[in-house]
């Protein structure tokens, strides 16, 4: 486990008090514990949740597969049991193009979940900062609100286990960890090294071979999980924001009540002229 | 926003019948979506018709009427009335195929529960004999045009309703395999009615056009729509991942998913 010093330094110095201060929320932040079982199902396996970072605007079918495919692939083997899974969007100070606000994107996430999931949730907390927050500190607020706050999950002895968290990552998010000055060396062995990362491979990429040349994900190799995508099913958000612009149909490549809700806030549509 | 204002997924969901459509009732054209006239007569009145196994059906299948719609509404030649699905009979006898009734019923929970202007025709999986796609929009010609007399202008004239076949870049390839498409069919297909080819990204549906002398002869009545998104959902993997216990979500609708496990569609032999 990562050092409580190190983290709640860390945590301070980006969020501070105000958790609020971009005004666009009307509720006040709370981690979301809703589809988090009090229990294990099975206790011989280790306590495993994922996160997965994005901007989410808007969220999309892939997105939500993402998640299908991790559960298959845990649920097929004995090391993990997946718990829960949590989509984190990126906060607007990421200054994105194509990004809509905050509180739109996480509603979108929570619609989207909520109309079609029984383990994901939405965490907020990212979204609501004023400022970026690097991926590792994000994973950090997780394991302090899971495992410090909370301390992990409940055995049936009463003791408490912490729970592993691990990032979930598409080919394009693992791809950038090989772009020279995008990802500080000490949070790629923090993301991969102390946490762990769920790579889903998109068919004809070949993810195997980029771990093998990254230094620092080679060397934490055994955090790294690769999922292979047998679907290939590349519904992008860029895509799905430029089919709005241009009034072209969107359906069935998000769930509807997300589709209702960027027809009613016209979120993604071109300034009007006329209507 | 061209798509039709979204269903609330959990009150259609829970009132859906998930028992399978039986072929005792007796058979009906479904019109119910078929307007009864036409918004705007300059145009061409046009039907399209999906022929194909739909075992189970999926987001892709339902996509490509999506990009139809698009399609048709950006250019002025044909107002795009309604969609069928036809789903291929038993008799077809290929691998994976569910029942005639059970793909039916998958095909009407998709439709009716995402959907409100398609439309499923039970008539092609009633057959006891495989038939012909030719014979296939030849039926809907007579169900829409000499039975109903067509569609009606905005000045009460009756009009004749073009059909066309909707298809993916696989049924077109195989056009071009020898021995399976007898030629005068073809001919009766795309130079008698039509076709709209979704192509998928990576293919070379002009090319395969320009190669074949069929569908070159008739290239006017071939429209050919691009797709955009590369969105592969088959069938063939869906039933895949059926049997190896994978999960479906977010590939096909969620009443169509449940009706799969609600029949044990798809599972290996115990």
């Not at chain 1, 080679?218 to 924001?241: A, C, E, F, G, P």
């Amino acid at each position: 486990m990562s050092s409580p010093l190190v983290m709640t330094s860390t945590l301070e110095a980006n969020c501070g008090k105000d958790i609020n201060t971009l005004g666009q929320f009307d509720d006040v932040y709370q981690f979301p514990r809703h589809r988090l079982p009090t229990a294990m199902k099975d206790e011989s396996k280790i306590p495993l949740i994922i996160v997965a970072c994005g901007s989410y605007s808007p969220m999309t079918y892939l997105h939500l597969r993402m998640f299908e495919m991790a559960q298959d692939h845990f649920n097929e083997r004995n090391e993990y049991e997946l718990l829960a899974g949590y989509y984190s969007p990126v906060s607007d100070a990421y200054m994105k193009e194509g990004l809509a606000k905050a509180k739109d994107r996480v509603k979108m996430c929570e619609l989207a979940v909520d109309s079609t999931s029984d383990y994901l949730m939405v965490d907020s907390w990212e979204s609501r900062q004023v400022t970026y927050q690097r991926t590792a500190v994000v994973l950090d607020h997780f394991d302090q609100e899971l495992n410090i706050k909370a301390k992990g999950i409940q055995m049936k002895n009463g003791e408490m286990r912490q729970i592993k968290i691990m990032l979930l990552a598409g080919g394009d998010l693992i791809a950038s960890f090989g772009h020279p000055g995008v990802w500080a060396p000490e949070d790629l062995h923090h993301i991969v090294g102390h946490f762990g990362c769920v790579i889903i491979e998109r068919t004809g990429t070949d993810v195997y071979g980029f771990l093998l040349s990254n230094d620092v994900l080679y060397q934490h190799r055994m955090n790294v999980i690769v999922i292979k995508q047998l679907i290939h099913n590349d519904i992008s958000s860029t895509k799905i924001r430029l089919f709005v612009k241009r009034g072209m149909s969107i359906k069935y490549l998000l769930p509807n009540p997300v589709i209702a809700y960027i027809c009613e806030h016209k979120l993604y549509s071109p300034p009007s002229l006329d209507s | 926003m061209s798509s039709p204002p979204a269903f609330s997924m959990s009150t259609a969901y829970t009132s859906v019948d998930l028992t399978p459509g039986t072929f005792d009732d007796p058979y009906e054209f479904p019109t119910q979506y078929l307007p009864k006239v036409m918004k705007d007569d300059s145009k061409i009145p046009l039907v399209l018709v999906a022929c194909g196994s739909f075992s189970p059906i999926t987001y892709l299948h339902l996509r490509m009427f999506e990009m139809a719609q698009d399609h048709f509404k950006e250019r002025n030649e044909y107002e795009l009335l309604t969609g069928y699905y036809s789903p291929v009979s038993d008799s077809y006898m290929k691998e994976g195929l569910a029942m005639a009734e059970h793909r039916v019923s998958m095909c009407k929970l998709a439709v009716e529960t995402t959907s409100n202007w398609l439309m499923v025709d039970s008539w092609e999986p009633r057959q006891k004999t495989y038939q012909r796609t030719a014979v296939v929009l030849d039926h809907f010609d007579n169900e829409l045009n000499t039975i109903r007399g067509g569609i009606l202008t905005s000045k009460g004239e009756k009009r004749k309703i073009r059909i066309m076949l909707l298809a993916g870049g696989d049924l077109i390839a195989s056009f071009g395999h020898p021995g399976v498409w007898a030629p005068d069919d073809l001919h009766h297909i795309v130079g008698y009615y039509g076709s709209v080819i979704i192509e998928r990204t990576g293919t070379d549906v002009y090319g395969f056009l320009l190669s074949h002398d069929i569908l070159y002869q008739h290239r006017m009545n071939v429209t050919v729509i691009k797709q955009l998104i590369h969105n592969d959902i088959s069938s063939t993997k869906i039933r895949l991942f059926v049997k190896r216990g994978m999960s479906i979500k977010y590939l096909l609708p969620n009443p169509v998913i449940d009706y799969i496990h609600a029949h044990r569609l798809y599972l290996p032999p115990k």
